[in-house]
């Protein structure tokens, strides 16, 4: 009886087994065309394009500020009292326009004074003079000696010397009395004046300052890894910068004026300046700016879209359709990313490139395409506009 009863479980084990397997087991029809097309069931769907020729910029961007070429600020060089403003706050001047009045009174006469002892020093040499001649027609007569003689020659040289040191004081009073006038010294836009008619002024007085608008910088930062590109774009020429403002499409137009001469060490940058015209004053100092710098140009280069291209341990390749509808890796040198499409180099230009479903692809692997029409990237190409990714 035992062994009966033993008999019937190991029967039931077995078909309970042999039916877990059964309903368990993986589908027969997909791995029978496992060998075909990819590996995956059959042809992949993908849709290719066309990669496209064209010149490619290759751009370095930074946020910059907006600084100017030059600032003054403006300082009596004389003790005195404001006897008129000629400017506003805000003004534009030109370079040698009357900005403040100082008293000049004082100046005034003391110009009046060394004007007087000038004349004075005149008269008396041409007195001297007058005698020296006379003495020389009396000692050609033997009327008088030689020593008398060369004492008016002395005292000739003697008020000539004089008159030379109060011509040069006169010069020097005027000087001072310039100073009572005060002058723009550049061109450019007056800004806060803290002074008014009436006020005393002194040397560490601060009347106003004059910032040059017109042409005007941008310094920014770059990566130290940049420098052997932005060296050899400077040699080979001027090097067009781009400033934009407040995220605004509309460029404007400069270009480099300076590198610095170290590295900082400790950012790793390199400080540069740019120059831009601005008689449009669409350039304020201290503003914040985007800057774009075009180091070179890559031209007549083969351009595929970005997402066209793989990395893995291989390296770097993109998919093409070959002739027999299979999938072949190009291995390719990405030269230069911008926007959503990338310089690359090891094409020939006429491969159909694989940008969609090549995610299951393999080396070989069949393929359909989509559209059985090229996508011809060519009819956008050359309008992107190229920037650091």
């Known amino acids: 009886m035992k062994k009966k009863t033993l008999g019937v479980l190991v029967g039931v084990a077995v078909v309970v087994t042999a039916g877990a397997w059964h309903f368990t087991r993986p589908a027969e029809a997909p791995q029978a065309a496992a060998g075909k097309g990819n590996g995956f069931g059959g042809p992949t769907t993908v849709n290719i394009v066309k990669p496209r ?40 001047v030109q370079q040698g326009d009357l900005m403040f009045s100082l008293d000049s009174r004082s100046e005034a006469a003391n110009v009046q004074k060394a004007d007087a002892q000038v004349a004075r020093d005149r008269a008396s040499l041409a007195d001297l003079e007058r005698q020296y001649k006379r003495s020389m027609e009396l000692l050609a007569q033997n009327f008088i000696a030689q020593g008398a003689v060369d004492t008016l020659k002395s005292q000739v040289d003697a008020a000539r010397a004089l008159l030379e040191a109060d011509v040069a004081a006169a010069r020097a009073v005027r000087v001072d009395q310039s100073y009572t006038s005060i002058r723009a010294p550049m061109t450019g836009r007056v800004g806060a004046i803290n002074v008014y008619p009436g006020s005393l002024v002194q040397l560490t007085t601060s009347l106003a300052t004059i910032t040059q608008l017109d042409p005007i910088n941008v310094a920014f930062t770059l990566p130290e890894n940049a420098l052997a590109a932005l060296l050899d774009a400077q040699r080979a020429g001027k090097v067009a910068v781009q400033a934009f403002q407040n995220n605004s499409p509309q460029p404007i137009e400069g270009h480099l004026s300076f590198i610095d001469n170290t590295v900082d060490p400790v950012a790793g940058v390199i400080r540069v300046k740019a120059q831009f015209d601005n008689k449009g004053t669409r350039l304020w100092p201290g503003q914040y700016v985007n800057t774009t710098l075009t180091v070179q140009t890559l031209k007549d280069a083969l351009v595929v879209p970005q997402n066209a291209i793989i990395t893995n341990t291989r390296g770097t390749f993109v998919y093409t359709v070959g002739p027999d509808n299979t999938a072949k890796m190009a291995n390719v040198e990405r030269l230069y990313a911008f926007g959503a499409d990338a310089a690359v180099r090891g094409l020939q230009g006429d491969e159909k490139v694989i940008v969609e479903g090549k995610q299951n692809l393999r080396p070989g692997g069949k393929v359909r395409i989509a559209d059985t029409r090229v996508a011809d990237q060519g009819r956008s190409g050359g309008k992107d506009k190229g920037g650091i990714e």
Not at 60 to 71: D, F
Not at 80 to 89: D, R
Request: aromatic letters at 2%; hydrophobic letters at 30%.
């Open 53 to 92: 020729r064209q010149d490619v910029p290759v751009q370095l961007q930074a946020n910059g500020t907006v600084s100017p070429i030059s600032t003054v600020d403006l300082h009596p060089q004389t003790t005195s009292t404001i006897v008129k403003v000629h400017v506003k706050e805000g003004q534009f």
